[in-house]
């Protein structure tokens, strides 16, 4: 079972390009989640989406877009990077429906804007 | 994250227990959880507490829910290297499937 799998796990942009960062899940969850993680700030929410076909924002959902593809999959999009997005990215999934809604992480994505 | 705050840094003498703190805003949140974080990997769960609990115990691991002051508190006893790591408290909201985490507290351990 491969569980979460995101990809680029290594990406540099130059200030202003765009990037998608995508994300699959095969444990047949409903809930999908991207998050960002700095020194001192933890992981911070970025977008979430509750279910197939609908996506909210979370603490800091400016300067990314977000589409819930299907069940499976779940992707991030940088439409204009800043330096600012440097940072490591994680997706995750989880089932919270009657469940505890443990979270599932990928392995990271580190991007770095120049 | 904002509304969910602990300290950055803790260290410990080996052996010794190991308390880490944790204050969140949501008094309708459902589940609390404490995820550990190894150095280069991503996040694990490591215990959660329902929210109609006040205490959970898992072998050395000891979590403590007092609702009043929205404070949760994860004990680890007779800690060993193996414990150093980042440990993150989270919040599941009432809305369900927004999850929160706090800024992380690096737990060292001393000799």
């Known amino acids: 079972n491969a569980g979460v799998t995101q990809t680029p796990k290594f990406q540099v942009l130059k200030t202003g390009q765009s990037m998608t960062l995508q994300c699959a899940q095969d444990?047949?969850?409903?809930?999908m989640y991207w998050y960002r993680q700095d020194p001192g700030m933890g992981l911070r929410l970025i977008y979430y989406?509750?279910?197939?076909?609908?996506?909210d924002k979370g603490e800091v959902p400016n300067g990314y877009n977000v589409s819930r593809l299907n069940k499976r999959e779940f992707s991030l999009r940088l439409e204009s990077a800043a330096p600012s997005q440097t940072s490591v990215y994680f997706c995750?999934?989880?089932?919270?429906?009657?469940?505890?809604?443990?979270?599932?992480f990928g392995e990271g994505s580190r991007l770095t804007v120049l | 994250g904002e509304d969910v705050e602990q300290s950055l840094f803790l260290s410990v003498r080996e052996g010794d227990s190991s308390v880490i703190n944790c204050t969140y805003t949501d008094s309708s949140s459902t589940y609390l959880y404490w995820y550990k974080q190894e150095p280069g990997a991503g996040l694990q769960l490591l215990t959660y507490?329902?929210?109609?609990?006040d205490m959970k115990q898992d072998q050395r691991l000891t979590v403590l829910l007092n609702k009043k002051d929205k404070h949760l508190s994860l004990r680890i006893a007779d800690t060993q290297t193996g414990d150093s790591a980042i440990y993150f408290c989270?919040?599941?909201?009432?809305?369900?499937?927004?999850?929160?985490f706090g800024s992380g507290t690096r737990l060292s351990i001393r000799p």
């Open positions: 444990m047949n969850h409903n809930s």
């Open positions: 507490i329902f929210s109609n609990m």
């Open positions: 989270a919040e599941r909201y009432s809305s369900a499937s927004k999850i929160i």
């Open positions: 995750a999934s989880s089932e919270v429906v009657r469940n505890t809604g443990e979270l599932f």
């Open positions: 989406s509750a279910s197939e076909g609908t996506t």
